[in-house]
């Protein structure tokens, strides 16, 4: 029997030693087999995985001290490239997977779901792409899934979630799409949860509430929709949400019933959320930060905020919340950040605000309707960084008592408002400021002379008050304290009565100075030559003042200048030719002086150069033949001087040219032909010269032109040839002679300060409409604006991007605020980014065109469209690509397709009262088909597929908006009307 027992023991022991041998080399070959598939800089593994020693002893490698099964493989940070093997799959014994930090491409292995005792797989900021494999979310073991800042894609699995370990799922900064599938709350111990930065969509599922033992969730910047599950508060483990940057509706709604809550951070910015703030707020009492902002959020603030105890950071920003400020506010005394601007509140600032100890930022700017005066006990919190209460209606005094310090204070503006009295000069003691805007107001007496205090001031905005220079002073003095400013890059002091002399000190401003505007401010005395001293300037504004003397020859070193504003002074003399050497201005506004001689020649090799005043000056002689062929050139006005001579044959070469004014000088000769080529230009006026001849034929092409002046030459009078010319150009700019069919209504264009945009807004403006432009830049909106009041139109300009949502809700907010009504709506904005192949589109890319094409027309009429009655209309954009797109606008076609179809299914959507159609322009010289119509080959290639021989106008297209827009088609929706010139058009 003892034989019997040995024999059978010693089999075991053999047995057990061949598996174990076995086992070990499975180890090693898996091992081995990784190695192969990866590469370093510094061949880090290969010289360290060697043969001749165990793998146990191997760096990273982590074996159990008796049966030597590999358990742990970390490698993080060693720039290691290649794909992860298969074979690690076979490790079996492997618990901890840690590669993070690194360069590893290719796929995760399916295999490795299936490892038996896999806790931890850590592989996170890779270049991994394809799908996360299934098996993960079906190990039973694993405990920490770490898959952020990779490149993977596609969904998570939508089938059963069987994790009943898993505490951590980190899945960020991928590229997923789909949805969070309801298993997700079968992860029961789950405590980390993050999807940020990827492109789920979808809602939220309810089963989240299943966590229990949930403490991070961050779902930001995703396309989630739908709304917050209630339920989510009611997990009393939770400690950080983030749900940010997504698309998320409806109010935000707490369970009724008491909530334990140990929530400290709640980010819920840039959604869709609406309604009010839920008055059991206070249940979340552990509250820290609270993210609100860029929502639809109405109602008052709740009055009993200030229960939030514990609250050290509230935003909540762009919203329409109205009311007053609660005074329960200055109860929270742990509160450091409050930012409530671009909201509608009104009424007074409580003074129990000033309670608020720890506060470092406020802002309730750009609310319009505060009023009465700033409460003195906010200026004694000397914890203050950031004041902000510009854009309201807020008068009175800005408090001036002496024991005021805010030593930390760093941003104050108050600007825009109706406050007066002088500045304070506590304001000079803040030695930390960089910011002092208290433009548009009503301050009065000195500037200080001890602004010099604010060493580390960048930005001086004082413009457009009653300030005044030093009483019985002749040079003004602040500028000279204003050296002591070093890091100074802006000064706005214009449109006060200043009444002194520039000192020749000004020089000696900051170097980093980059913008200098004194217009409009009584200014005497000569420019100083000291002003070439600062080097980083950009922007020179003196106009409107008393400036004489000649234009110092040291302006041509500042080297950086784009715009060099004189005019309406008393200046004399020549314009020095060292402005020749600005090389990067693009403005020269010297109008309104008394400058004489010769214009310089060099003028014309200022490349940069748009726009070019020199009116009402005494220039004489010539005008240089090199300005003629300033290609880049926008504007120029050379009026009311005394030039002579002819114009050239070849002033087509101004191919860019906009407005023209020759008016009241000695010009001679006949009027070029090549005039006609001038296509962009809009304003023409050569009257009182002495031009003879005909008038040339070829003005019957300028498709731009909207005013033009021959009048008091000698031009030939022969009838016909003139109702030939003008017939053309009243058919072209038939808002000449144009019925008013928009008399009364109120019309929105999106992207309309240029091209067909602009145009469809001219067009229902001349005929008597008032318009609402906008464009993704201020400065090109306020442009347009200009030149549509000057022909007597209606405009309100307003900053949009259509992909933004709360810059889309403030222009349909802004119309009604100001019109009261809306009538039309034409959806005109789109980008084309890529010229790629579909196939070779990135993936944001797609998105982007989607985006902005598509998707933003959508949610603008989705704003607009409670305040379109009986009888409105809207008129969507589409292309000629959408119905044969060519080979690089392909992607680009796909979305004005979609426009197509779009018009079908809103038209039977908003019938029988509101009227949707569409119209898919040809091919359009415009700043958007550039890349495409300068190419000469190119464009006579697209002429000879219309049946017309020419390319569209901008006209065209606002003719055909005009017809569907007005009452002419009250019988027509629901189509698209093509305007092409005849091109094929069927899908």
Not at 489 to 518: A, F, H, K, M, Q
Not at 578 to 588: D, K
Not at 802 to 818: F, G, M, Y
Request: aromatic share 6%.
């Amino acid at each position: 029997m003892e034989k019997h027992i040995f024999l059978l023991t010693l089999l075991f022991l053999i047995q057990f030693s061949t598996s174990l041998a076995s086992s070990n080399e499975t180890d090693q070959q898996a091992l081995l087999a990784f190695q192969n598939l990866i590469t370093s800089p510094t061949h880090f593994l290969a010289n360290n995985w060697t043969k001749n020693t165990s793998f146990c002893s191997w760096f990273g490698v982590t074996c159990t001290p008796k049966r030597q099964r590999v358990v742990a493989l970390a490698l993080p940070n060693l720039q290691l490239q290649g794909t992860i093997s298969t074979s690690l799959a076979n490790l079996s014994f492997l618990s901890v997977l840690n590669l993070q930090n690194n360069s590893f491409h290719g796929g995760i292995p399916y295999g490795i779901g299936h490892m038996p005792r896999l806790r931890v797989i850590d592989v996170k900021n890779n270049q991994l792409n394809g799908s996360i494999p299934t098996s993960l979310f079906q190990n039973r073991r694993v405990q920490v899934i770490s898959l952020a800042f990779n490149e993977l894609s596609g969904e998570m699995w939508r089938g059963p979630w069987y994790v009943p370990e898993l505490r951590v799922l980190n899945l960020r900064n991928n590229s997923l799409t789909g949805i969070i599938p309801p298993s997700v709350g079968n992860a029961t111990k789950m405590m980390n949860f993050s999807l940020s930065g990827n492109r789920v969509s979808g809602n939220i599922p309810k089963e989240v509430g299943n966590l229990s033992q949930l403490a991070f969730l961050y779902l930001f910047d995703n396309q989630l929709t739908g709304s917050i599950p209630a339920t989510l508060f009611n997990i009393s483990s939770l400690l950080a949400v983030s749900l940010s940057l997504n698309s998320l509706s409806g109010p935000l709604l707490l369970d009724e019933g008491n909530i334990v809550s140990n929530l400290y951070f709640l980010s819920i910015y840039q959604n869709q959320i609406s309604g009010c703030i839920p008055s059991n707020i206070c249940q979340l009492t552990e509250l820290q930060v609270l993210f609100l902002s860029f929502n639809n959020i109405t109602g008052d603030l709740p009055r009993n905020i200030g229960c939030l105890s514990n609250l050290q950071e509230f935003y909540i920003r762009h919203n329409l919340i109205k009311g007053t400020i609660p005074t329960s506010l200055g109860n929270i005394s742990t509160l450091q950040y409050l930012y409530c601007q671009n909201n509608r509140i009104v009424g007074q600032i409580p003074p129990e605000l000033g309670k608020l100890s720890n506060l470092r930022e406020l802002s309730f700017a750009n609310n319009s309707n505060l009023i009465g005066q700033i409460p003195e006990a906010i200026f004694n919190i000397s914890s203050l960084e950031v004041i902000c209460f510009n854009f309201n209606n807020l008068s009175g005094r800005i408090p001036t008592t002496t024991g005021l310090h805010l030593p930390n204070l760093e941003v104050l503006e108050l600007g825009v408002n109706q406050l007066e009295g002088e500045i304070p000069l506590f304001i000079t003691n803040a030695s930390k400021l960089q910011i002092l805007a208290l433009e548009l107001n009503s301050l009065t007496g000195a500037i200080p002379t001890n602004l010099g205090n604010l060493h580390e001031l960048r930005s001086l905005l004082l413009h457009r008050n009653q300030l005044t220079n030093e009483p019985r002073e002749r040079e003004l003095l602040f500028s000279n304290s204003l050296a002591d400013c070093r890091m100074l890059e802006y000064i706005d002091v214009g449109e006060n009565p200043l009444n002194g002399d520039l000192p020749n000190s000004i020089g000696n401003l900051s170097s980093t100075l980059t913008y200098l505007n004194i217009q409009d401010a009584h200014i005497n005395g000569l420019i100083p030559t000291g002003i070439s001293n600062m080097s980083s300037l950009m922007t020179l504004d003196f106009r409107g003042n008393n400036l004489t003397g000649s234009i110092p020859s040291d302006v041509g070193k500042l080297k950086q200048l784009q715009g060099l504003f004189l005019t309406n002074n008393k200046l004399h003399g020549h314009i020095p030719e060292t402005v020749c050497h600005l090389s990067n201005l693009v403005q020269l506004f010297l109008n309104g002086n008394e400058l004489s001689g010769l214009i310089p020649e060099c003028l014309g090799n200022l490349s940069m150069l748009q726009k070019l005043y020199l009116g009402s000056n005494k220039f004489s002689s010539k005008f240089p033949l090199s300005l003629w062929k300033m290609s880049g050139l926008l504007y120029l006005s050379v009026s009311q001087n005394s030039i002579e001579g002819e114009l050239p044959s070849d002033i087509g070469g101004m191919k860019a040219i906009v407005e023209l004014y020759l008016y009241s000088n000695h010009f001679s000769g006949m009027i070029p032909t090549r005039f006609g080529e001038l296509q962009n230009l809009q304003y023409l006026d050569l009257s009182n010269n002495s031009f003879f001849g005909q008038i040339p034929l070829s003005f019957a092409n300028l498709i731009s032109l909207e005013y033009l002046d021959l009048s008091l030459n000698v031009l030939s009078e022969e009838e016909e040839e003139v109702s030939l010319i003008f017939l053309s150009l009243c058919n072209q700019k038939n808002h000449i002679k144009m019925e008013k069919r928009f008399e009364g209504k109120v019309v929105i264009v999106t992207a309309s300060t240029q091209g067909i945009g602009f145009s469809i807004a001219q067009r229902l403006g001349f005929e008597g409409a008032s318009v609402v432009i906008s464009s993704r830049k201020q400065e090109n909106v306020d442009e347009a604006v200009k030149k549509l009041r000057d022909g007597g139109i209606e405009v309100l300009g307003l900053e949009c991007h259509v992909s933004n949502a709360q810059q889309r809700k403030n222009l349909i907010d802004k119309t009604i605020q100001k019109y009261g009504k809306l009538d039309v709506v034409v959806s005109n904005a789109a980008v084309n980014p890529s010229v790629d192949a579909i196939l070779e589109t990135k993936a944001s890319v797609i998105d982007k065109l989607w985006d902005i094409n598509v998707k933003a027309a959508i949610l603008l009429l989705q704003d607009a469209a409670p305040y379109l009655n009986k009888g409105s209309s809207v008129v969507l954009i589409s292309s000629i690509s959408g119905y044969s797109p060519p080979a690089s606008m392909g992607m680009y076609g796909v979305t004005k397709t979609a426009l197509l179809g779009l018009t079908k299914a809103l038209a039977a959507e908003m019938s029988p009262d509101i009227r949707v159609n569409c119209v898919a322009p040809g091919f359009v010289p415009t700043h958007f088909t550039d890349l495409i119509t300068s190419n000469e080959q190119v464009r006579r290639d697209i002429e000879g597929k219309t049946l017309l021989n020419r390319l569209g106008t901008t006209q065209d297209m606002a003719a055909a908006v005009a017809y569907l827009a007005s009452d002419d088609a009250s019988y027509v929706t629901g189509e698209t009307l093509v305007v092409a010139g005849g091109m094929p058009s069927r899908l």
